[in-house]
């Protein structure tokens, strides 16, 4: 029940915290809106509904991709830069629990990277390193 | 002569700044592969779509993406002041301004071509598209030219940035427009009246309609009025760009929100 209540927590909190943020939210869906009128204007020209619909669909899966991976890939990382990842390896239960499930919204395009390091958000002048983080 | 140096020396530390964080675990993976996937995400689309030949999404592709290096580095130039907490320091020295934010625009314009090309060539290496030797030289000012008027545009970034806390989702907007818009995956001629009539005034869509004639085979002469249209929209972005950041930076002053965002 207690590893039940901290996985709903952290996924709240997660989201909470993600749903906050226009890198993670706004793009998310925004994104696949991109790809999916690109899609959308060559498959029209095409002439092939069928492939239309292939194609707009391909656009939603490719949101649904890199939101997921990209969250719960940095999910430990954005515990760092907020210098919380101290607090959440030393409480008594199993730590990973409460990052883990971060699926929230959040794309992941060509250069990530660049992107995630340039957002400001999260690490302006308090996002100092901290003893257990490598920065 | 001390702007000459502030220019050059200023431009260069501020992008060796950059690279404290841009390494090549990240610059190789941003700026070299991902720009390789993109043209053949595109191309097999193009494929199954059956619109245009490999060739179309290579060239479109490559330029096109010289819009991550220029937005994102351009939008460095006062996200990365900031986070490091030395845009006050830089505004309040007396350093003039326009050497001061052109200098830091030049090696973008480089790295942006760098990208592109590298792109170009090896996007025509996978998907065997044939490149006339006698039209690189072309291609090659071409490409600078797309990635100084993306610099133009990359300075409006660049500007916002110090009113906005978000700047690097602005970046990404941008570059989603760019894709559509541009003419590098969509045949101008296809799109709505109304964003050809956009096309027309945005960086890229005269360089890669250039490009894409040179390819084909046209001689320089041929494509000298697209690269013109080309360099005057950059210079109005950029000096458009520049006067923004002049009207932020006295706004900041004025009411002392240089550090709120």
Request: proline fraction near 5%; include cysteine; charged fraction near 10%.
């Amino acid at each position: 029940m207690k590893t039940l209540r901290l996985l709903w927590m952290g996924w709240l909190f997660q989201f909470k915290q993600l749903s906050r943020s226009a890198f993670d939210s706004f793009l998310a869906v925004l994104w696949p809106l991109f790809f999916g009128t690109v899609a959308f204007f060559m498959f029209q020209q095409g002439g092939d509904p069928e492939a239309l619909v292939y194609a707009g669909l391909g656009a939603a899966v490719m949101g649904i991709w890199t939101a997921t991976s990209m969250a719960a890939g940095t999910a430990l990382h954005r515990e760092r830069w907020l210098g919380t990842l101290e607090l959440l390896v030393a409480t008594p239960p199993i730590s990973h629990w409460s990052s883990s499930p971060s699926a929230s919204p959040r794309r992941r395009s060509a250069s990530t990277a660049w992107r995630r390091r340039s957002s400001g958000a999260g690490w302006s002048s308090g996002s100092t390193c901290r003893s257990i983080s490598r920065c | 002569m001390t702007s000459a140096r502030i220019f050059a020396v200023g431009g260069l530390m501020s992008y060796r700044a950059l690279f404290y964080w841009l390494t090549p675990m990240i610059y190789i993976p941003s700026l070299v592969v991902a720009p390789v996937f993109q043209i053949l995400l595109m191309a097999y689309i193009g494929r199954s779509a059956g619109l245009a030949s490999d060739e179309f999404y290579v060239v479109g592709n490559a330029i096109q993406y010289a819009a991550i290096p220029c937005l994102f580095a351009m939008m460095q130039l006062v996200g990365g002041e900031k986070f490091q907490n030395t845009l006050g320091a830089i505004l309040v020295s007396p350093a003039p301004r326009l050497p001061l934010f052109f200098g830091r625009a030049v090696p973008v314009v480089l790295n942006g071509a760098f990208v592109s090309a590298f792109s170009l060539v090896v996007g025509s290496l996978i998907l065997d598209v044939e490149i006339p030797t006698g039209a690189i030289p072309s291609l090659a000012l071409v490409i600078l030219v797309a990635a100084f008027s993306c610099t133009g545009l990359g300075l409006i970034n660049a500007a916002l940035a110090l009113r906005i806390r978000e700047s690097a989702v602005l970046s990404n907007v941008f570059f989603g427009f760019l894709l559509i818009f541009t003419g590098a995956n969509i045949p101008l001629d296809d799109l709505p009246e109304w964003m050809q009539t956009v096309s027309d005034v945005i960086p890229f869509t005269h360089s890669i309609e250039a490009a894409r004639k040179l390819v084909d085979g046209a001689p320089t002469s041929a494509v000298i009025g697209l690269v013109g249209i080309e360099l005057v929209i950059g210079a109005v972005y950029a000096v458009a760009g520049y006067l923004l950041l002049r009207f932020f930076e006295n706004q900041g002053r004025r009411h002392a929100t240089l550090d709120r965002t």
